[in-house]
Nanobody, 125 residues
Framework: QVQLVESGGGLVQAGGSLRLSCSAS????????VGWLRQAPGREREFVAA????????AYADSVKGRFTVSTVNAKNTVYLQMNSLKPEDTAVYYC??????????????????WGQGTQVTVSS
């Protein structure tokens, strides 16, 4: 079992920045990948970014590429999502999730095995 807890969400103006944190505990291992997914009201949960627990192979959705950065600090058992140049369309609940699947599956929400409770990000125009 892996437990995940997100923090760092909030309200920010368009063009601003936020950093989300995902603290992991339990059976973390190098086999895990940690992803960030988001869900806006009335929309399906969508992939944002992912990275291996060891910090390799960062992957991003096209909509956030160049604006968001995913990283890990293993010593702190934490994965971060730095979000810059935020847009109103980035408004959503952001979830941290862990997967044992290979990278080709990271964009599929159903391939994640463990989930955090989510944190709200609201970007005002």
């Amino acid at each position: 079992q892996v437990q995940l807890v997100e923090s760092g969400g909030g309200l920010v103006q368009a063009g601003g920045s936020l950093r989300l944190s995902c603290s992991a505990s339990g059976r973390t291992s190098a086999r895990l990948a940690v992803g960030w997914l988001r869900q806006a009201p009335g929309r399906e949960r969508e992939f944002v970014a992912a990275i291996t627990w060891s910090g390799g192979y960062p992957a991003y959705a096209d909509s956030v590429k160049g604006r968001f950065t995913v990283s890990t600090v293993n010593a702190k058992n934490t994965v971060y999502l730095q979000m810059n140049s935020l847009k109103p369309e980035d408004t959503a609940v952001y979830y941290c999730a862990a997967s044992l699947a290979s990278s080709i599956s990271w964009q599929t929400a159903g391939r994640y095995d463990y989930w955090g409770q989510g944190t709200q990000v609201t970007v005002s125009s």
